[in-house]
């Protein structure tokens, strides 16, 4: 009997790695236990080498752990490429007479994935098979598993779904007749109905309810799939989704529809956002909402596509030229992901400003299970409107106390709407004036910053006073708070807003801490210099990884071990 | 409407003389005609000397960046499509810059009505090449003369499905309001371009040249026919003016499901009820 397990299924892009997973993820949510699964996967279509990883427990999980108690490889390269990451006492099933492989190491077993798979009905439902052998090592009855495979076949024809199912099926009958092993059954007590949610779906839940009728954007990963939530739900919320011809569109697109008066967002990874800063310092000038989603992958250039980084919280601080205020969320959870979409737009709209969410693929693609989403919170704020019938003469750029002045809607409002990306007085007509540019540059930068720095999301602090303090930002939280509950006299900082920073809230969290260590997915310690720069104080280090992979909780103890 | 109702307090910049006070007035001719309110128009714009025409034309306005108008100018309308969006841009903000925008925006269709200042030079950059100007033509840039082939506004619409692609010029102002209003009229994407002379930088295209050139287009051309409108825009010793091809096919608003919704300005958006979406992840 395990409380805990790691559980791999790799092969070839094509052979249903991710169906799996979630097949495997949705049958273990459903049986009460808690999950936590990573993808990773080549930029291809077809081919290479890719895994998903569940890690399935009976007490809450939040971070990926590095070797598989049960790896599934699905073709002969799969094996290759993982047989080093099968823990010790660990399981790798493979299919030998299908993959010409005769001799079997320790902790290889041979099933007939193809075979079987043949037998349902076509050796495209061999992952499938895994699903079931999985179930039958694992669970105790095969009706989560066939719920779970019926869940995600539910799309196809019915001819489909029934072969996986027969394929799920003949798996687990299989591996219950032959594999026989109560040793990776899984323990634990039911928690009730939760969600089975990634990054990308809870932000994209987060963006509709927080009212945005217009989605716009260019195809690039990672963040596509809140594209594809927003639009799988777009008929039903009547949000229109628009895929722009190029990332400069897309965000002058989505100022112009924040213009004439409805919610609208854009979002990109680092070298789309490198196309779209002009729309972000133009948003700035022109006082208009702006929200964006920046789901970060490693760069320079093209990068790694498909992998995970922390590389442009410098990039998304200063991004677009000249002088002006912004607010920058950087969520660590999927209910961060969906708070950070609504209080963007709350932000964006009260404020006049740009206001950025910084993601990233690891939490953007990795799925979780959680109690539930609060869906309440933040309700929208539309911030100050010039109603219909209002006073014509009023100037859209009227200076104010807080460096805010009622927007005006096109023919919505009394008031003319008006815009100009040159400087302009309160009007909106082109000026030359140096004194109306030093108002309006205290405007859009210095009264509204200090607004914004009023309303910064609190770090998450726990164990506030330990000796060892690590602080991250987005991603890192859920490896944080694992490896914080189990070291010794360690606690964390965790930022879900960047921008204003919480200089006040950071300064009294890190008081008395002998050692403090950020935990950052780049190469330079982008938030160390961050901290340093804006509370004077130097961390003592940092724990970073630029290998395009997120954080495991060995990586984070042992760094931890050796004294950072 | 009178033509006064769309005067603007904001002083002009404009040269004295130019070729975009043509332009003005025969924009608040049609608008005078068309009868809507300063609070029903959008004038959108990018960057130039074209792009301060809504600065001097009472109404809503959003003077974006250069070469950006078009998105702007549609995402303002599928946000709003009582709207009447005008986008009053220029060949090199809209030939040039925003070159890879007016493929696609011809392409999404979305009912805007584009007028392209087509002086054949850069005004505001103070006299260099655009993407109209005349091969040979010399510049500060290009001593030598132009060597790049012209890009053809005409064709190019037309090769893309442009449901109204029409030509006016700045000194023919009923002729160019004319065409304007049925620009509007026109459901869809409509692209009117118009010759602009340049007082300050462009010696080659003057008043006098444009005016020996251009003639009106007459009965005897059917703007339904592609292959006669084709024909019409390939002419380059004679330029015609006049509405050179229209067509009525579906807009965006109506391929978008738009039309059938209410306007996306008016959502309620205070209880945005998730339940339904999350129902999908239990």
Same mark, same amino acid.
């Given at each position: 009997?395990?409380?805990?397990?790691?559980?791999?299924?790799?092969?070839?892009?094509?052979?249903?790695?991710?169906?799996?997973?979630?097949?495997?993820?949705?049958?273990?949510?459903?049986?009460?236990?808690?999950?936590?699964?990573?993808?990773?996967?080549?930029?291809?279509?077809?081919?290479?080498?890719?895994?998903?990883?569940?890690?399935?427990?009976?007490?809450?999980?939040?971070?990926?752990?590095?070797?598989?108690?049960?790896?599934?490889?699905?073709?002969?390269?799969? =094996?290759?490429?993982?047989?080093?990451?099968?823990?010790?006492?660990?399981?790798?099933?493979?299919?030998?007479?299908?993959?010409?492989?005769?001799?079997?190491?320790?902790?290889?077993? &041979?099933?007939?994935?193809?075979?079987?798979?043949?037998?349902?009905?076509?050796?495209?439902?061999?992952?499938?098979?895994?699903?079931?052998?999985?179930?039958?090592?694992?669970?105790?009855?095969?009706?989560?598993?066939?719920?779970?495979?019926?869940?995600?076949?539910?799309?196809?024809?019915?001819?489909?779904?029934?072969?996986?199912?027969?394929?799920?099926?003949?798996?687990?009958?299989?591996?219950?007749?032959?594999?026989? &092993?109560?040793?990776?059954?899984?323990?634990?007590?039911?928690?009730?109905?939760?969600?089975?949610?990634?990054?990308?779906?809870?932000?994209?839940?987060?963006?509709?309810?927080?009212?945005?009728?217009?989605?716009?954007?260019?195809?690039?990963?990672?963040?596509?799939?809140?594209?594809?939530?927003?639009?799988?739900?777009? /008929?039903?919320?009547?949000?229109?989704?628009?895929?722009?011809?190029?990332?400069?569109?897309? =965000?002058?697109?989505?100022? /112009?529809?924040?213009?004439?008066?409805?919610?609208?967002?854009?979002?990109?990874?680092?070298?789309?956002?490198?196309?779209?800063?002009?729309?972000? &310092?133009?948003?700035?000038?022109?006082?208009?909402?702006?929200?964006?989603?920046?789901?970060?992958?490693?760069?320079?250039?093209?990068?790694?596509?498909?992998?995970?980084?922390?590389?442009?919280?410098?990039?998304?601080?200063?991004?677009?030229?000249?002088?002006?205020?912004?607010?920058?969320?950087?969520?660590?959870?999927?209910?961060?992901?969906?708070?950070?979409?609504?209080?963007?737009?709350?932000?964006?709209?009260?404020?006049?400003?740009?206001?950025?969410?910084?993601?990233?693929?690891?939490?953007?693609?990795?799925?979780?299970?959680?109690?539930?989403?609060?869906?309440?919170?933040?309700?929208?704020?539309?911030?100050?409107?010039?109603?219909?019938?209002?006073?014509?003469?009023?100037?859209?750029?009227?200076?104010?106390?807080?460096?805010?002045?009622?927007?005006?809607?096109?023919?919505?409002?009394?008031?003319?709407?008006?815009?100009?990306?040159?400087?302009?007085?309160?009007?909106?007509?082109?000026?030359?004036?140096?004194?109306?540019?030093?108002?309006?540059?205290?405007?859009?930068?210095?009264?509204?910053?200090?607004?914004?720095?009023?309303?910064?999301?609190?770090?998450?602090?726990?164990?506030?006073?330990?000796?060892?303090?690590?602080?991250?930002?987005?991603?890192?939280?859920?490896?944080?708070?694992?490896?914080?509950?189990?070291?010794?006299?360690?606690?964390?900082?965790?930022?879900?807003?960047?921008?204003?920073?919480?200089?006040?809230?950071?300064?009294?969290?890190?008081?008395?801490?002998?050692?403090?260590?950020?935990?950052?997915?780049?190469? &330079?310690?982008?938030?160390?210099?961050?901290?340093?720069?804006?509370?004077?104080?130097?961390?003592?280090?940092?724990?970073?990884?630029?290998?395009?992979?997120?954080?495991?909780?060995?990586?984070?103890?042992?760094?931890?071990?050796?004294?950072? | 409407?009178?033509?006064?109702?769309?005067?603007?307090?904001?002083?002009?910049?404009?040269?004295?003389?130019?070729?975009?006070?043509?332009?003005?007035?025969?924009?608040?001719?049609?608008?005078?005609?068309?009868?809507?309110?300063?609070?029903?128009?959008?004038?959108?714009?990018?960057?130039?000397?074209?792009?301060?025409?809504?600065?001097?034309?009472?109404?809503?306005?959003?003077?974006?960046?250069?070469?950006?108008?078009?998105?702007?100018?549609?995402?303002?309308?599928?946000?709003?499509?009582?709207?009447?969006?005008?986008?009053?841009?220029?060949?090199?903000?809209?030939?040039?810059?925003?070159?890879?925008?007016?493929?696609?925006?011809?392409?999404?269709?979305?009912?805007?009505?584009?007028?392209?200042?087509?002086?054949?030079?850069?005004?505001?950059?103070?006299?260099?090449?655009?993407?109209?100007?005349?091969?040979?033509?010399?510049?500060?840039?290009?001593?030598?003369?132009?060597?790049?082939?012209?890009?053809?506004?005409?064709?190019?619409?037309?090769?893309?499905?442009?449901?109204?692609?029409?030509?006016?010029?700045?000194?023919?102002?009923?002729?160019?309001?004319?065409?304007?209003?049925?620009?509007?009229?026109?459901?869809?994407?409509?692209?009117?371009?118009?010759?602009?002379?340049?007082?300050?930088?462009?010696?080659?295209?003057?008043?006098?040249?444009?005016?020996?050139?251009?003639?009106? %287009?007459?009965?005897?051309?059917?703007?339904?026919?592609?292959?006669?409108?084709?024909?019409?825009?390939?002419?380059?010793?004679?330029?015609?003016?006049?509405?050179?091809?229209?067509?009525?096919?579906?807009?965006?608003?109506?391929?978008?499901?738009?039309?059938?919704?209410?306007?996306?300005?008016?959502?309620?958006?205070?209880? %945005?009820?998730?339940?339904?979406?999350?129902?999908?992840?239990?």
């Amino acid at each position: 009997m395990k409380e805990e397990l790691n559980i791999r299924i790799t092969g070839k892009a094509g052979h249903g790695i991710v169906s799996a997973g979630m097949m495997l993820a949705r049958a273990y949510k459903d049986s009460g236990l808690h999950v936590f699964a990573i993808q990773d996967y080549m930029s291809r279509i077809r081919g290479g080498n890719n895994f998903f990883q569940v890690r399935v427990s009976a007490r809450p999980v939040y971070a990926p752990r590095e070797k598989a108690d049960i790896i599934v490889a699905l073709d002969k390269e799969a =094996v290759a490429a993982n047989k080093g990451e099968l823990a010790p006492g660990g399981l790798l099933v493979l299919d030998g007479e299908n993959f010409g492989i005769k001799e079997l190491e320790q902790g290889w077993v &041979s099933a007939p994935l193809y075979a079987l798979a043949q037998e349902a009905g076509g050796p495209k439902s061999s992952n499938s098979v895994a699903v079931g052998i999985i179930a039958a090592l694992t669970c105790e009855d095969f009706d989560k598993a066939a719920k779970a495979v019926g869940r995600e076949f539910s799309g196809k024809s019915g001819e489909v779904a029934a072969m996986n199912r027969q394929a799920a099926l003949k798996g687990y009958e299989y591996a219950a007749k032959n594999m026989k &092993s109560s040793e990776f059954r899984l323990t634990g007590a039911p928690h009730g109905s939760s969600l089975l949610i990634a990054g990308n779906e809870a932000l994209a839940l987060g963006v509709i309810a927080a009212g945005c009728k217009f989605y716009t954007a260019y195809p690039m990963s990672p963040s596509t799939g809140i594209m594809n939530t927003v639009a799988d739900y777009a /008929g039903r919320y009547g949000i229109i989704v628009e895929q722009a011809e190029d990332e400069i569109a897309a =965000v002058n697109m989505a100022v /112009g529809a924040a213009f004439a008066g409805v919610r609208s967002m854009t979002a990109s990874s680092g070298g789309g956002f490198a196309l779209m800063c002009e729309g972000v &310092s133009l948003a700035a000038m022109t006082e208009t909402p702006l929200v964006i989603a920046v789901v970060m992958r490693p760069g320079p250039a093209t990068g790694f596509p498909t992998r995970t980084a922390q590389e442009d919280l410098d990039f998304v601080l200063h991004a677009g030229h000249g002088e002006f205020a912004r607010a920058v969320y950087t969520p660590g959870s999927p209910q961060e992901c969906l708070l950070s979409a609504k209080r963007a737009f709350n932000t964006a709209e009260r404020f006049q400003v740009p206001a950025l969410i910084l993601s990233d693929q690891y939490l953007a693609e990795s799925f979780t299970n959680i109690e539930s989403l609060d869906t309440s919170a933040e309700p929208p704020d539309r911030g100050s409107i010039s109603e219909p019938g209002g006073d014509p003469a009023q100037d859209r750029y009227a200076y104010s106390q807080n460096g805010v002045s009622p927007r005006a809607f096109p023919g919505r409002s009394g008031t003319l709407a008006v815009a100009d990306s040159d400087e302009h007085g309160t009007q909106g007509h082109i000026t030359e004036l140096g004194e109306v540019r030093v108002k309006m540059t205290q405007k859009r930068l210095h009264l509204k910053l200090a607004g914004l720095a009023k309303e910064i999301l609190a770090p998450t602090v726990v164990n506030p006073g330990a000796k060892t303090m690590l602080c991250g930002f987005g991603s890192t939280l859920g490896v944080m708070r694992e490896t914080c509950a189990a070291a010794k006299d360690t606690g964390f900082v965790h930022y879900p807003q960047v921008w204003p920073f919480p200089e006040g809230a950071t300064l009294a969290a890190l008081e008395g801490a002998l050692r403090v260590l950020t935990v950052e997915n780049n190469a &330079s310690g982008q938030l160390a210099r961050l901290i340093r720069r804006e509370t004077g104080l130097k961390p003592a280090g940092s724990i970073l990884k630029y290998d395009g992979r997120p954080f495991t909780l060995e990586e984070v103890a042992l760094a931890l071990e050796g004294g950072i | 409407m009178e033509t006064t109702d769309f005067d603007s307090s904001d002083p002009v910049a404009w040269c004295g003389g130019c070729g975009n006070f043509g332009l003005q007035a025969a924009l608040k001719m049609a608008l005078a005609k068309l009868g809507k309110k300063p609070q029903e128009l959008l004038l959108v714009s990018g960057i130039g000397q074209a792009a301060k025409m809504p600065h001097y034309i009472k109404a809503n306005f959003f003077n974006g960046l250069h070469g950006r108008a078009l998105p702007a100018a549609a995402a303002a309308k599928i946000a709003n499509r009582a709207l009447t969006v005008i986008v009053t841009t220029g060949d090199g903000d809209c030939y040039g810059e925003g070159g890879n925008h007016l493929l696609h925006n011809i392409r999404r269709n979305v009912d805007i009505t584009v007028i392209v200042h087509d002086n054949q030079i850069y005004g505001l950059t103070k006299g260099q090449a655009s993407p109209t100007s005349e091969p040979g033509m010399k510049t500060k840039i290009q001593p030598g003369g132009v060597i790049l082939a012209p890009f053809p506004p005409l064709e190019t619409a037309l090769a893309l499905g442009c449901g109204f692609v029409a030509r006016g010029y700045a000194g023919e102002k009923e002729h160019l309001a004319e065409l304007i209003l049925a620009g509007i009229a026109h459901k869809g994407f409509s692209l009117i371009d118009v010759f602009q002379p340049c007082l300050s930088f462009n010696e080659l295209n003057t008043f006098d040249w444009y005016s020996k050139r251009v003639y009106k %287009v007459g009965l005897e051309h059917d703007a339904a026919n592609k292959g006669a409108a084709m024909a019409l825009a390939a002419r380059r010793e004679r330029l015609p003016i006049g509405v050179i091809y229209s067509s009525a096919g579906p807009s965006y608003e109506e391929l978008s499901g738009l039309d059938g919704m209410p306007a996306l300005v008016d959502a309620d958006i205070s209880n %945005v009820d998730l339940r339904h979406a999350l129902a999908d992840f239990k």
